[in-house]
Each structure stands twice: as C-alpha cells, then as structure tokens.
C-alpha cells in the first residue's frame, strides 16, 4: 500500500478541533484583553485583576495532567463536547458576576475546559491522521490558538472597551455552545487514546529528554506572559492609546502570530520540531530585547511586536509536536504535562508582572522575560542534546 503523503487532506473532525482550540483560546485571553475595563468596573487595581490570570492558570496547570488520568476511558466526542458546554455556562455565569470576589472563582471553576479539551484535542490526533502528518495536524489544531489571538482577542479588547467586559464573557460562552455542537458533529465515536498507566506516567517523569522538553514551554510561558499578560494596561501606560487602537494593535499581533504559525504547520515535518521551536522563541527574545525603542510611538511598537507575534504560538504548537515525535507512546502524558507547564507558565509571569506593576516597575517587565526566554532557549538545546544521546529520535517526517 502507499503511504498517505504529509499533503494530502485533514480529517474534518480536525477543523472541529482547531475551532474548539480557537475558543478556548479566545476565553483564556479574554481577561488580558478586558483587563483594564475588568478593573476599572469591579473596583480592583489592575495587580488584582491580574489574578484572575494567575489563578486561573494554576487550575489549568495542576488539572491538565490531573483530568488526562480522570478522563482516560472517556469517548473523546463526549468529553471534549462536554468540556465546550461547561465552558459556555461558566463563562456565562461569570459575565454575570457581581463582583471581583465572586468572579475570581467562577473564572477558576470556568478554566478546567481549558485544561481538558487543549490537551485531549491533541491526544486524539494521533488516531485521526498517519503518522506522516502528526506535525502538521498538531500545529493545525493549534491554529484556532493563533486565530483566537487574530480575532477572540481584539474583538474582546473592542467589545471590553466599548460595552464593558461582560458581554465579552458573554460572547465567548456563545461561541462556546456553537463550537460544542461542531464537535459532536464531526468528531469520531470511539476514539480514546490509551489509558495513561502508572508505567506510562513513570517513564515520562523519569525521561530528563522528555521533562526538559516540558521544562522548555514552562519559562517560554513564564518569559512571556511577564509582560503579555499586562499588554492592555502598559500600552495605555506608555502610547496613550484607546480602546480601538488597543484592539487594532492586538489585531496586528494577532495576524502575526496566525502567519507564524501557518508558516510553521507547512514546515515543521521539514525542518523538525525542535528547530522549529528554537527558531519561534528566537523571534520572542529578539522583541523583548528590542522592546524599548516602542515607547517612541505607536508605528515602533507595532515593528517591535511582529518577532513576538510570530512566535508566540507557533513555539508552542512546536513544542507539542516536538514531544509526540519524540515518544509516541508516551504522548497522551507528555501532552498533558506540556498544556500543564505552558498553562503554569502563564500563571507565574502573570504573578511576577503583577508583583513588580505593584512596585512601580512595569517598565522592566521586559527585562525579566527576555531573561526567562532566553533560559528557555538554553534549556531547549540542552534537551535536545539529551534527546540524542538517550535514543528518543524526533522523526522530521512525523
């Protein structure tokens, strides 16, 4: 028999993954984009609003390898169909929040769909696509990351800025419903990726190739989200900028990070994974070492961000495919734990940014992550030095 090519078609089970992704997506960045609005309404500084990013990371860290054994036997229709429907009411009830004290844990019970359906929507690709296209489908999931960043994102900054950020909640808990029903449509019955066995999870936290893969997308997520997390406020801090040009300058960003990674989806399979993601963070550390000269306008910031938008989540979606090459078995746990470290990432820069806004220091935010990401780029050669000399091989065909 032929093999399928790495060309030929995507299932359409993945097209109803990749949007899932988009609107999870779009509701973990919901609160960055409406940050400003969040804390002007409810009455907290903008440190304290930015905890709802890091509490809401830290569930989805600890639940993504949490819920990956739960769920283990789970139908991966029912499931992931079930996580978008439970999205959808909490992120309602959450637009309907009285106040910060009682939005800060509906958030938190609202983001375990996250730390299900990124992880398991991975898990799954495996026994949708051959092995020839494991890295373009991975990255093609990953895509409604990206696309959520080109469109969820500033469209919830405009509608943060002009309706207020509930009715940004709301529309995500609208899409929410809608992607669901695409899910159970399109997705497959009976597909469940074997069950993550106690030898499973031990051979994966006893790999130093596989943990230091994992330790790579931890300080990409903690070097970014230093700053990204407070993007909103630090650009009405230096540019003056309103709600409309806040959410043109998250569209630019946006449309960027959506190009890097179809860029990446068409060459990763060529190039390999963890080139690639080398190559990704690469971009990000060259923004954040440039990130001064944006404070001379709006058109310098805007060049400032295009290295950074390109990587940000092509990184990550090379990072996924980087770990499933690199022990195919063992991807439903290294899946898991990636989402984890990316998700506890987010929630430790997102801490720090608000320690040091608190201290009067948002204008070195830049400084720390350029520190941490250029750590994780030393980590992720060190991994890949590890890689080869343990014997896990990344297959550049998938």
């Known amino acids: 028999m032929t093999p399928p090519s790495r060309d030929a078609a995507l299932p359409r089970a993945l097209w109803a993954l990749m949007m899932g992704n988009f609107v999870i997506g779009t509701g973990v960045m919901v609160v960055p984009g409406t940050l400003n609005d969040i804390s002007q309404s409810l009455g907290v500084s903008i440190p304290q609003a930015g905890q709802l990013i890091t509490a809401g990371a830290i569930l989805m860290g600890l639940g993504a390898p949490t819920f990956a054994t739960l769920v283990a036997g789970w139908d991966r229709r029912r499931l992931l169909t079930l996580s978008l429907v439970w999205y959808a009411l ?24 996250p730390a299900i359906f990124t992880p398991q929507a991975a898990a799954c690709v495996g026994l949708l696509v051959p092995a020839s296209q494991h890295g373009r489908a ?26 207020g950020w509930r009715w940004a909640f709301g529309l995500v808990a609208l899409m929410s419903f809608a992607s669901a029903a695409w899910v159970w ?58 709600g409309g040009t806040l959410s043109l300058l998250f569209l630019w960003f946006g449309a960027f990070g959506l190009a890097g990674n179809v860029a990446l989806s068409r060459w990763i399979d060529r190039i390999g994974a963890s080139r690639g ?19 001379a306008g709006l058109w310098q910031q805007a060049l400032v961000l295009v290295p950074w938008a390109i990587g940000c989540f092509a990184a990550n979606s090379a990072q996924q495919a980087r770990l499933v090459h690199m022990s195919p078995a063992l991807a439903p746990a290294t899946v898991a734990l990636n989402t984890s470290a990316m998700y506890a990432g987010q929630g430790m820069g997102a801490a720090l940014g608000g320690v040091m806004i608190a201290q009067g220091q948002m204008l ?24 080869k000399r343990s014997g896990l091989t990344q297959s550049r065909q998938g």
């Open 90 to 113: 909490l992120m309602g009830i959450c637009a309907l929040a009285p106040s910060y004290t009682a939005l800060l844990p509906l958030r938190v019970l609202a983001v375990i769909s």
């Open 138 to 163: 991975i990255t093609f999931v990953f895509l409604g990351w990206s696309v959520a960043s080109v469109m969820g994102m500033p469209l919830a900054a405009w509608i943060g800025g002009t309706l």
């Open 185 to 242: 449509r399109d997705m497959p019955n009976g597909i469940r990726p074997a069950a993550l066995s106690r030898q499973a999870w031990g051979q994966t936290l006893g790999s130093p190739a596989l943990m230091l893969a994992v330790g790579v997308t931890l300080l990409s997520a903690f070097g970014q989200f230093t700053l990204f997390s407070y993007f909103a406020p630090y650009l009405v801090q230096t540019l003056g900028v309103g």
């Open 277 to 295: 993601a080398l190559l990704m963070m690469g971009g990000m550390a060259l923004s954040l070492l440039l990130w001064p000269l944006g404070r």
């Open 364 to 387: 070195r935010l830049h400084e720390v992550g350029l520190v941490v990401m250029l750590a994780a780029m030393a980590l992720s050669v060190w991994a890949t030095n590890i890689q």
